[in-house]
């Protein structure tokens, strides 16, 4: 049997991935941010003035994608950097005024571009497909916990 791209979930991961990222884009342009920063605006917003090297790890990118990603939202002013304290060659990251004022109205476009791509979808059905991609992502970072996580459904 042949591979059909249209029964692939990564194929399908890939599609709904860009589908995703366009639409936060659209919502997101007006705010002054792109979808590409929206990941470390949400850790900048839990906590503020983290190194690169934290929200690296955080953010599970490249760190020549996150060193463009920083120097596009410091140009867009969304982020300043300060020496850090005590380790010389790093430098910590933190919001503007710029970016704390957006946060909210982030967090809503991000939820309404969630809820778009969720309509028609039973409370249910969507915890259950999230339950899932968790699950497949799990499996595909290699996490050994995966294999021993319960139906979502199962008592």
């Known amino acids: 049997m042949g591979f059909k791209h249209t029964e692939s979930a990564t194929h399908l991961a890939g ?5 995703s990222a366009r639409a936060l884009h659209e919502r997101g342009q007006a705010l002054g941010f792109a979808p590409g920063q929206f990941p470390v605006l949400l ?16 953010v599970d ?8 990603t920083l120097a596009r939202m410091q140009r867009d002013g969304l982020i300043e950097r300060r020496p850090h ?11 503007t005024d710029k970016a704390r004022a957006i946060e909210e109205e982030a967090k809503s476009a991000a939820r309404a571009v969630e809820d778009d791509l969720f309509k028609g979808f039973r409370r249910f059905e969507r915890e259950l497909l999230l339950q899932y991609m968790r699950m497949a992502l799990a499996n595909a970072e290699g996490d050994e916990s995966a294999d021993t996580v319960r139906h979502p459904i199962a008592p």
Do not use: C
């Not at 599609?15 to 589908?19: G, N």
């Not at 900048?44 to 690296?56: A, S």
């Not at 990118?61 to 463009?68: H, L, P, V, Y």
């Open 61 to 68: 990118i490249e760190q020549a994608t996150m060193a463009n």
């Open 85 to 95: 304290p005590s380790d010389r060659r790093a430098q910590l990251v933190f919001l």
């Open 43 to 58: 850790e900048l917003w839990q906590e503020d003035g983290l190194t690169q090297r934290q929200l690296l790890d955080r």
């Open 15 to 19: 599609l709904l991935a860009k589908v």
